[in-house]
């Protein structure tokens, strides 16, 4: 079987103890790890993980490029890792930065509305979504009480009006707010991962509803590192009771699949 983390979050040497004490101040939660990718492949190696969905989030647009080029160059250096390029609202010329993203060979983009500051369905966005529409999948952090930024009401309306856009919801599609998710993003066509949630809602009950509703066939095993480690998040992921074919899916198949659809 092969086995994806379909979110992890890598971080520059330089930056990293920074950069991982700001995400877990924004969330008020301890983190597992400093979010370097040596970390991120020890803790994987663990449980076996072959591939990796790295990236990282521009809170400016003069960010993009760099974290691109520093995901680019992780990717290179580790074959397990399959890179998702920063993107942010601001930025001057957007098909410029898809074209780069393309051409550094990453396979996807990354954008987090929270850190960024700005609503999913902003027109400020829709350009983003036009460009890779067809070229892209955009992986998504979705939901947080605290913030109306990424509710899933709003992708929604993204996916009504790009219904060719692929796209990955993080969270089991809203972090806590799970039950909105299903509400407005099963009618669509999008993925979810199970990143932030098994450990987060600590409910194998209520989770093993949400597998349920979403179905195997639509859902990526994610860890959303470095606030979980692997070994645990597996633990928790299997007591969901998924067997057979629909394990292999999730654990990573599907998150293979959905890259497929773009070679």
Known sequence: MTIVDAHAHIFPSKIAVKATDSVGAFYNVGMRYVGSPENLLESGRAIGVD????????????????????????????????????????????????DNIIALG?????????????????????????????????????????????????????????????????????????????????????????????GMKNDSEYVRGLVKKWGTERLLFGTDFPMW?????????????ITGDALEAVMGGNALALLARYE
């Open 106 to 198: 990453l396979r996807g983009i990354k954008m987090h509305p929270d850190f960024q500051r700005f609503n999913i369905d902003d027109e400020c966005a829709m350009p983003i979504y036009e460009c890779a529409q067809g070229k892209l999948p955009i992986l998504f952090h979705m939901g947080d009480y605290r913030y109306d930024w990424s509710h899933p009401a709003r992708l929604a309306k993204v996916l009504d009006s790009f219904p060719e856009l692929d796209c990955i919801a993080a969270h089991f599609g809203g972090y806590t707010a799970w039950d909105e998710a299903l509400d407005y993003l099963l009618p669509h066509r999008c993925w979810a991962d199970t990143s932030s949630t098994l």
């Open 229 to 241: 480690d692997h070994a645990e998040e597996l633990e928790r992921f299997n007591e969901l009771g």
């Open 51 to 98: 591939k990796y969905f790295v990236h990282s989030v521009a809170t400016t647009p003069a960010q993009v490029r760099s974290i691109n080029s520093f995901i680019a160059e992780q990717c290179a250096e580790h074959p397990e890792f399959i890179g998702f390029g920063a993107m942010h609202p601001g930025v001057e010329d957007i098909q410029a930065e898809i």
